[in-house]
């Protein structure tokens, strides 16, 4: 009962605390307090999950398991990344200066490794976006004949050729131009469906919170019972 | 539903995603190398904050910030350059800050692409200073709110705030002029607004990726008085600035140039987009629904 | 009476009674007039969310609407199951602060019973350690309570890297190679959700994605086969558990929907009103109205 329990008067008494703080004052500080705390516990987490990084590539190792040549790759990037930014190596202002100050080895790993790969990620948005609009944009009923309308209308007014292709529109029908069009539907109908999903999320994320502070909800600790 | 080999409508409707790759790397590969540009035009949401850092006379303290990683570089560094040119061409205090870790690095190549390279005069801790990162998402802005000062003790190079003549007078957000808010995700312009603009009175203006974007229409105009949205945000601002001062036209047209492939790309995903359609309406697919 | 006392909830019940009632007058001095419309609405549609919950625990029935996400979850794992390929599940990409993961975790342990009753292969990474944690013992829950606590395996619930993209290309990877039978997306996602999204559908997996960002919803909806838009992520665990009171606080937020739907036509009304009839007595009610809903700086 106390592996269940004690959980959730820690989760009801610190989310009372918190609501109560936002409505009186002599609280300011409870908030980024609490926030700071939280960050302690998922930095001192983190030991938990590298440990079990380690643990699972090295187990993957030892065992020759397929794809075990990726898990050593994996293993000496973190041991180098963590050895390079914990003990500053190659940092000029040796152990005071920053982590990241330039000529360091952790400066290095950033600059040539971490931000290309990040951008090379980043990048297959680019292709995934055209694939997946190749693929969902089809006027397959009236509602996604609506969305195929609004895309072409938007993909153009977001670029000079949206402009072009309407120039000829006389000044009274002006705001049928593809950028007029397109600011409308960004401004108008985005906006409508953006504030509805967002109050209905809102709603949603009030009605999960109340539940878990009253300790209603308790799934996420693997109990049922309330 | 079509046979497996189906007419040559049915294949164009199932094209290997590999084909739609290889086009879109064409798309924005050769656009980039030809130099291929397109005239930008400057929409009133964005000429908004141009207008308004315009306005603001020299000595207004203004906070630019720099909430976003090297993912985001490409669409968010242009924007945050030339409103930082802007701002510094203005005589303006800049505050610089970031609430992301990965903020770091991009706040020292804005040191040195604008602040070394256009701007050599300008003395750090008295025309602008980099407060650097600050952990804590909108616990940081929150404390800002009322302490600023307290939220950001020392600035990137270890010194203490309080001995820096650009904080002089600087007790809480509602000092600062403008923020303008360059970000990409959480903590971003969101909490700027929810947390730092709106309270304190202090206008916002924003700077984001285009994804982001729409969802902070819900703010314009009253709790954003502007927002560059993406790519074409950072051009059109470009081009606002370079419009007004052509001195920047070498330095501040990096977005301008990027728009090229982004044209590009786009009208590919458009033709793309027909393709299918025509594939489905002449193909099986379409045929079949219709007897069913 | 004497049960009252040998009820723990009561008591608890009554000390915080007694201690609001105690402390009131104090509060009241130090309540944030500013937040006052805030706390009003608080009380509106907290209590009208506790009022249902409690009803529906009395026993009162309330209808929830099928919701073809959910409902084919259960059909999704069978099909895993059937093919002997993994059951990918992925929490989101944030850490247990926010309510979008708890609400994935919350999910995972129905979804962790079902794979555990089909005897599939869950294979869940995680971004953040504190989630990988918190899974761990919701998933161990679920297999002793579907009977099967010798099928549960911690390494298959595991920490990959906090990093977004490092995450991403990894999960990507294990797709490719691993070509999982289903892939459950259910929490907070931003950029990561069209890659995971367009990756998933180039191995033929069933997708079924959750998410309350609206940003990333367009992606899901367009690459994966079933999406929950929003609040629907938030219904989930209800509607999977089919507990009356779970269902019960569905009803309570629809109550805070018609309260917003019905203050947003009146606003409309009242706004469009005043400026058709240049009425300064409507223009003066319309912002009246609009000023219930405003938050005061000072």
Known sequence: MIRVTLPVLITSVVGFLLVIAFFFRGFDRVNSDLSEYFNIIAAVAFILGGGNLLRMHLDKVQRRRPGWPYSIVTVIAFLFTLIAGLFKVGNSQGWTGPVEAQGSWFNFAYDAMFNPLQATMFSLLAFFVASASYRAFRARNVEATLLLVAALIILLGRTFVGGVLTSWLPQPLQFLSIPNLSNWIMSTVNLAGARAIIIGIGLGVISTSLKIILGIERSYLGGRES | ?292 | ?298
């Open chain 2, 1 to 292: 539903m079509s046979p497996a080999g189906g007419s040559l409508f049915d294949r164009i409707g199932r094209v290997d995603r590999r084909w739609i790759y290889v086009a879109i790397a064409l798309a924005v590969i050769i656009p980039l190398m030809a130099k291929l540009t397109f005239p930008v035009i400057t929409t009133p949401i964005v000429q908004n904050i141009f207008d308004k850092l315009d306005s603001l006379p020299e000595g207004s303290r203004v906070i630019l910030t720099a909430d976003f990683g090297p993912s985001t570089v490409p669409e968010n560094m242009p924007m945050i350059q030339a409103v930082l040119r802007h701002a510094l061409h203005k005589k303006l205090k800049v505050y610089l800050l970031t609430l992301w870790a990965t903020g770091i690095p991009q706040l020292d190549l804005l040191e040195k692409n604008v602040l070394a390279a256009d701007f050599p005069d300008r003395v750090a801790g008295t025309d602008w200073v980099n407060l650097g990162y600050k952990a804590g998402n909108q616990g940081v802005i929150n404390s800002a709110f009322s302490d600023f000062p307290g939220a950001f003790p020392v600035d990137s190079k270890g010194h203490d705030v309080r001995t820096l003549p650009i904080m002089a007078g600087i007790k809480r957000l509602a000092d600062f002029n403008l923020i303008v808010g360059i970000g990409s995700g959480f903590p971003g312009v969101k909490e700027w607004i929810q947390f730092g603009g709106d309270p304190a009175h202090v206008p916002v203006a924003a700077g984001v990726t285009a994804v982001e974007a729409p969802l902070l229409y819900p703010y314009y105009p009253r709790q954003l008085l502007g927002l560059m949205g993406g790519l074409q945000g950072a051009a059109e601002y470009e081009a606002a600035l370079v419009k007004r001062y052509p001195e920047y036209q070498s330095r501040s047209e990096e977005a301008i140039k990027r728009m090229g492939p982004q044209t590009v790309a786009h009208l590919v995903i458009i033709a793309f987009i027909v393709l299918g359609n025509i594939a489905f309406f002449a193909g099986g697919e379409f045929k079949g629904r219709k007897r069913a």
């Open chain 3, 1 to 298: 009476m004497r049960q009252t006392w040998k009820n723990p909830r009561s008591l608890f019940a009554l000390v915080i009674f007694v201690l609001l009632l105690v402390l009131a007058p104090r509060a009241l001095h130090q309540f944030d007039r500013r937040h006052a419309n805030l706390f009003v609405v608080l009380l509106i549609v907290g209590g009208a969310i506790l009022f249902y919950t409690f009803r529906a625990q009395r026993g009162v029935k309330y209808f929830i609407r099928k919701i073809p996400g959910i409902a084919a979850i259960e059909e999704a794992v069978g099909r895993a199951t059937e093919m002997g390929r993994p059951v990918l599940y992925v929490a989101g990409t944030q850490d247990l602060d926010n309510v979008q993961t708890v609400a994935g975790i919350t999910i995972l342990s129905s979804v962790a019973k079902r794979i555990a009753d089909y005897d599939a292969h869950l294979e869940m990474p995680t971004s953040r350690s504190l989630v990988m944690t918190t899974a761990r013992e919701t998933v161990k829950e679920s297999y002793l309570s579907a009977g099967r606590p010798d099928a549960y395996n911690e390494e298959h619930i595991y920490y990959v890297t906090d990093e977004q993209f490092g995450f991403v290309a990894y999960v990507n990877g294990y797709m490719v190679r691993q070509r999982p039978a289903t892939c459950i997306y259910m929490g907070a996602f931003f950029a990561e959700s069209l890659i995971f999204a367009e990756t998933g559908h180039s191995i033929g997996a069933v997708q079924i994605a959750g998410t309350a960002m609206p940003q990333q919803l367009p992606f899901f909806v367009a690459a994966c086969d079933y999406t929950l838009i929003g609040e629907e992520l938030f219904a989930t665990s209800a509607y999977l558990s089919q507990d009356p009171k779970l269902i019960g606080s569905l009803r309570g937020q629809d109550f805070g929907k018609a309260f917003a739907m019905f203050f947003i036509l009146l606003g409309s009304i009242l706004t469009t009103l005043a400026f058709l009839s240049k009425s300064d007595a409507l223009a003066q009610v319309s912002q009246w109205v609009q000023g219930l809903f405003t938050i005061k700086s000072s």
